[in-house]
């Protein structure tokens, strides 16, 4: 059976004109479901029982489980279970701005960057629309506040998801449902050019962040087998067509690994790659795993690093740091959940 946080507003409108209802009352059970905050449809009190017991067959209003929470100074890890035993987790972090939450996209990755915890478990399927609205939904409930930002960077590759991420921007972008601004959303990818284009002509103003992590393609190949199908030449291309057509700034997320990545040279090769696009450069200080080799770039080098990418005029930030001891690198807690 389907969820009834699976429906945007619109889906839930034409379902109750489906069932030979009027369309409005799609637009009242959405407040009833965002606004209210109801957890039965024996809540809702304007729409008459039996429209409604014929909308519960259809579509459940089941929540998910939290099983486990674990808090840090201005972060907090939730470990969500699904109706079947699987396991995503969300980060919510506490800005100045904001409250800001990452969240899954997938059960599993299947783009297996060799730096990436989430990536070791493969793919075992597409997270359900209902399961990224609820990851949001319930933290609010919880919290009893409400979350001004989005990141769909948890565990997942969100554009091998495409067609349920974009049904989740809508719902959680509705003035009438989680009310999320689009400029306060943000989804990140590893480089999947087909949808990197798609994406170029979906009308919500959504930030998009790009993966490189790499200034040429030896050292991408290595760190991402992603680059052996959509090489960084092909990225940037899609990128220049996407900056084009909606006129938005792009990120590139770039983690330091020492040694692999971080040198001079590599500073000097990243700068001239992204000379002249509408862009920046976020430097992120590696979250180090026991599963892989890799060392966290010395602080030094990174401010070494930082400042070759400045002086050549690139837009550069480094990313403050949150939840290294309640491992909240991606894919860390459900990683430990699973193997115990
Ligand atoms: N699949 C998407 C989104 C999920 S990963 C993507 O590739 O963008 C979100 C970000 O976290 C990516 O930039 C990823 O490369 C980065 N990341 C993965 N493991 C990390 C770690 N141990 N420390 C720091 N960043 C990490």
């Not at 091998?160 to 003035?175: E, K, T, V």
């Not at 040694?259 to 040279?265: F, L, Y």
Request: hydrophobic share 40%; glycine share 4%.
């Amino acid at each position: 059976m389907k969820n009834i946080y699976d429906l945007t507003r619109e889906e839930m409108e034409n379902i109750f004109i489906e069932i030979g209802s009027k369309k409005f009352h799609g637009d009242q059970l959405f407040s009833w479901l965002y606004e209210k905050r109801i957890s039965s449809y024996s809540m809702v009190t304007n729409i008459k029982k039996e429209i409604l017991d014929e909308i519960s067959l259809m579509y459940s209003i089941d929540s998910l489980k939290i099983v486990d929470v674990q808090n840090d100074k201005d972060v907090s890890k939730f470990l969500f279970e699904l109706f079947d035993m699987e396991h995503i987790e969300a980060v919510l972090m506490r800005h100045d701005y904001g409250l800001s939450l990452c969240i899954s996209s997938e059960v599993g990755c299947n783009m297996g960057c060799q730096f990436c915890e989430s990536g070791r478990r493969k793919k075992v399927r597409n997270l359900e629309v209902h399961e990224m609205v609820l990851q949001i939904l319930m933290i609010e409930n919880i919290l009893k506040e409400r979350i001004s930002h989005v990141v769909v960077m948890g565990i997942g590759e969100p554009f091998d998801n495409y067609d349920n991420l974009l049904s989740f921007f809508r719902i959680i972008n509705d003035p009438k449902g989680l009310q999320i601004g689009a400029r306060h959303i943000t989804v990140s990818t590893c480089g999947i050019v087909p949808k990197i284009l798609e994406f170029s002509d979906f009308p919500l103003q959504v930030n998009l962040a790009i993966s490189l992590h790499a200034p040429n393609n030896s050292i991408r190949d290595r760190l991402m087998p992603i680059n052996k199908v959509y090489s960084i030449e092909k990225v940037m291309d899609a990128i220049d067509i996407y900056i084009k057509k909606t006129n938005r700034r792009v990120t590139f997320e770039y983690i330091l690994l020492e040694g692999v990545n971080d040198r001079n040279e590599d500073a000097l090769e990243l700068s001239k790659l992204v000379k002249d696009k509408n862009c920046y450069i976020n430097l992120i200080p590696y979250n180090e795993t026991n599963n892989f080799g890799y060392k966290r770039t010395k602080p030094i080098q990174i401010m070494k690093f930082y400042d070759i990418l400045k002086k050549n005029n690139v837009n550069v930030t480094i990313r403050k740091e949150f939840g290294s001891k309640i491992s909240a690198a991606c894919g860390q807690l459900r990683s430990k959940k699973e193997e115990l």
